[in-house]
């Protein structure tokens, strides 16, 4: 009994180890400013790291996040970030945010953030957003409409998109657990590759005529 109860509860830590290790790194030291001046500093995390006493408030600070986008474009919609390279102190910290604007009928188009998890909160409009399971679980679209002070989670990795579905501009704050999380944007990255991916193998991939391949290259 006792060593069921073991085996548990080491296969319980391993379980949690490998969740933990699913996000950045935990920090060794309470703040770790990042600097691009290597003189005198310690590489951590990507980033080199200013002497601790060194420290200012202005290294954990960020303004205009209340101020709205330009979502005069193509897709109608704007990203403000806030994340280590806007903010030197969140380096090591596992932490980041974002402001998305969206124009009416806007979209933030399919995408996803290869090292963060978001949960995204909605301050004004209505979201259609969601995001799709991997292979192994059916490519499934799990999918809702937000309104105001709502929020979505978006699992670290998963393609995902949200979309203005009102007459009305629409405003979100998002959360990351990365200070960096990256982002690939699906359409850039297969239709807008340099150099760019043979349009016969995607022609192949997608199901489609090589011409419409080259057509969605010559857009990306």
Known sequence: MRNVQFLTGFALLILASSLASACDPSPLQDICVAIDEPKNAVFVNGKFCKDPKLARPGDFFLSGLDKPGNTANR?????????????????????????????????????????????????????????????????????????????????????????NIGKTNAVAIAALSSQNPGVITIANSVFGANPPINPDFLAKAFQLDADVVKDLEAKF
């Open 75 to 163: 897709l109608g919609f704007s990203v403000k970030n806030a994340n280590v390279d806007q903010i030197p102190g969140l380096n090591t910290l596992g932490i980041s945010a974002v402001r998305i604007d969206y124009a009416p009928y806007g979209q933030n188009p399919p995408h996803t953030h290869p090292r963060a998890t978001e949960i995204l909160t909605v301050l004004e409009g209505t979201l259609y957003v969601g995001f799709v399971t991997s292979n192994q679980l059916n490519n499934t679209l799990i999918a809702k409409v937000l309104k105001k002070g709502d929020a979505f989670v978006f699992p670290i990795g998963l393609i995902h998109f949200q979309f």
